[in-house]
T-cell receptor, first 114, second 113 residues
Framework: EPEVTQTPSHQVTQMGQEVILRCVPI?????FYWYRQILGQKVEFLVS????????KSEIFDDQFSVERPDGSNFTLKIRSTKLEDSAMYFC????????????FGNGTRLTVT | AQKVTQAQTEISVVEKEDVTLDCVYE???????LFWYKQPPSGELVFLIR??????QNEISGRYSWNFQKSTSSFNFTITASQVVDSAVYFC??????????FGGGTRVLVKP
């Protein structure tokens, strides 16, 4: 069964550094998402992306964050000038064009900011 | 705005007991979709079921069953004859206008042998 893949599985960075989290969505899916989950808390929506542009974003997704689909397969989340509170599990997800389709999630990237 | 509430933060049962997870949602949209996801200790999010707002039929899949009641805005999930492998955090989620999935806070299920 096709799946969403995320790399790396764990990223450690120092405060103030930039990180790029990478995702390869399911190949025939057209909607892409980033969510994050601070340890022990709920899964929070960050951004959705369709047709090479952001379709919706949350208040968490401020100027520190950006997303890009640099080629036909990758979908990236860039976090500039990381802060301690950015430490979380970041999940990439994708869905096909249908409104009712479930999101398929990757295994996540655990980001630790020290 | 959409909201999902899972009032139970943690449930502990002994193997073979049944366990029911509550989910209450809020939305002004008449068309919406409800989902359950499982997050095992390894951390990934696994899709379990989808239900649309026009289909109130209950569903059973093996030891899992779901009870959707529009009148009470609830979409409850029951695990029958629980097993240790069912130990996980279970999230209820709602998709209404737009494509965003809104998650509840999750219920941690601990099944003891």
């Amino acid at each position: 069964e096709p799946e969403v893949t995320q790399t790396p599985s764990h990223q450690v960075t120092q405060m103030g550094q930039e990180v790029i989290l990478r995702c390869v969505p399911i190949s025939n899916h057209l909607y892409f998402y980033w969510y994050r989950q601070i340890l022990g808390q709920k899964v929070e929506f960050l951004v959705s992306f369709y047709n090479n542009e952001i379709s919706e974003k949350s208040e968490i997704f401020d100027d520190q964050f950006s997303v890009e689909r640099p080629d036909g397969s990758n979908f990236t989340l860039k976090i500039r000038s990381t802060k301690l509170e950015d430490s979380a599990m970041y999940f990439c997800a994708s869905s096909d064009t249908f409104y009712n389709s479930p999101l398929h999630f990757g295994n996540g990237t655990r980001l630790t900011v020290t | 705005a959409q909201k999902v509430t899972q009032a139970q933060t943690e449930i502990s049962v002994v193997e073979k007991e049944d366990v029911t997870l509550d989910c209450v949602y809020e939305t002004r949209d008449t068309t919406y979709y409800l989902f359950w996801y499982k997050q095992p200790p390894s951390g990934e999010l696994v899709f379990l079921i989808r239900r649309n707002s026009f289909d109130e039929q209950n569903e059973i899949s093996g030891r899992y069953s779901w009870n959707f009641q529009k009148s009470t805005s609830s979409f409850n999930f029951t695990i029958t004859a629980s097993q240790v492998v069912d130990s996980a955090v279970y999230f209820c989620a709602l998709k209404a206008a737009g494509n965003k999935l809104t998650f509840g806070g999750g219920t941690r299920v601990l099944v003891k042998p």
